[in-house]
């Protein structure tokens, strides 16, 4: 069966088209844009007209890069939520419009467990936490009692939120974190910054305050090093409890935060130190993707779950828990 | 030395000091910290556990003595609590033992939350019984706060906790009622409760 799946819960839309033969996760293209700001966070209204505009032109693109025909669709699948408002409505609206004109069924797919699948697709990793990490959500997620469940969260801003706001303020342009990390490389000396885990949860706004009183008087190179020292050890830790919690042994990354090496680096110690495995897919299926829209929508067809046109409606608050896990 | 337990953060043993039989509690280093982040956090929550269990205690709780701390080791020192963690007793007890000792887990929390601390992980697997009194362990996540969101995030969590780990209903009721006979402000507290539980977060089970 093959999946054209579109994602577009924030900055990126994303087109993928993935085939499922057995447990097998074939990608035939995966396809995305992001929308940047000049200047300023994301603007939802902007952001949304970013994916009207891209939308055409990476379908085309998708479709040719996958070398099948559009009529060898079998199923379309796109982010129903949570995500930011607008940006929702115009990918469904995209994703109702392909399924009413190609008569194929539709499904709409959680974004944050979608994450979670494809890392278990292409990692081949069984029963994993997931440490979710991306410029809006942070949270820690694992498989329980029939449903995805999350364990910890943070308490106020995603991790990338706070890099982005951070990189703002000393004029990186956004997305900051992957400049901050080439910066902190740089970095040699640790300055304190306030270290905020409760429990299973972690928060970030006291840390960004504190770093930003730093700019004042030590090297930038020193500032990011120990943002994210400290920001990446709190979200080890919390991965941590909560794979003692859960007795569980393997640890996969998700969210386009996860595509720092210093993160990733971090983790993979944590992991081995409990004599546990650690997992992670490639950046472009860290970051917002279609083909993990596709690959979900996929394995929720396959548990029988469709959707009519009139369930479609996007969810800006659908929680992890929400989720009717038929395939599991 | 005979370790009893390691967790996610720290390893208990058992051991002779000075002639009684105590428990070591050690915050073990993390590879993944660099060396400074490691130090300090390990050094600052071995203080802060030690500092809240000698308060608790100053309040009147039951919790072990603390006897000595080593920082550069990142120990604490205390008193061994010889007898059954309440996890693993009170499901097979009397209903009217276990009546006694939810009334006892309801008021202690009271108390702790009147005199300023959130105890940061309540569950039953941190609470020891012995002799007939209840004694509290594992402060390692709590703080000082008068705040009623802190301490519903602290009962919500023992909820849970209850919920997840004992079949009987009426324990939790227990616990509850006791906690609002004994304190005055329970109400404002249970409304926060409440709230927790409608944000939907699963919180943990048994720790
Ligand atoms: N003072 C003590 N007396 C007796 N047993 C203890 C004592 N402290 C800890 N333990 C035992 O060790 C276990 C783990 O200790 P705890 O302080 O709760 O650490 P953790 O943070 O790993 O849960 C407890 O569940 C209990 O069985
Ligand atoms: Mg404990």
Redesign the interface.
Known sequence: MICLGIEGTAHTIGIGIVEKEGDNCKILANVFHMYKPDKGGIHPRESANHHTKYFPKILEESIEKSNIHIKEIDLIAFSIGPGLGPCLRTTATAGRTLSLLLKKPIVGVNHCISHLEIGRALTKCSDPVLLYVSGGNTQVIAF?DGKY???G?TLDIGIGNCLDKFGREVGIKFPAGPEIERIALRGKK?I?LP?SV???DVSFSGILTASLLLTKKEDIEDICYSLQ??CF?ML??VA??A???TEKEEILLGGGVACNKRLQ???K??AE??KAKFFCPPDEFLVDNGAMIAWTGLIMKESGMEMSIDETKVRQNY?T?EVDVKWR | MEMIKKGAEAEIYITEWKGRKIVIKRRIKKGYRIKELDEKIREQRTKKEALLMMSARKAGMSVPIIYDLHINNKEIFMQYIDGERIKDVIDGMEEEMQRKICEEIGKSIASLHKNGIIHGDITTSNMIWMNDRLYFIDFGLGMKSRENEDRGVDLHLLMEAFKAAHKNKNLFKWVFEAYKKNFEESKEVIKKVDEIARRGRYMRGVA
Request: with cysteine; hydrophobic share 35%.
């Open positions: 329980m469940r999350v364990f969260e640790y304190q270290y409760k429990g299973m020292e400290t050890c080890a830790e941590e409890r794979m003692a919690h680096e971090i983790v110690i944590m130190e409990r929680r828990d």
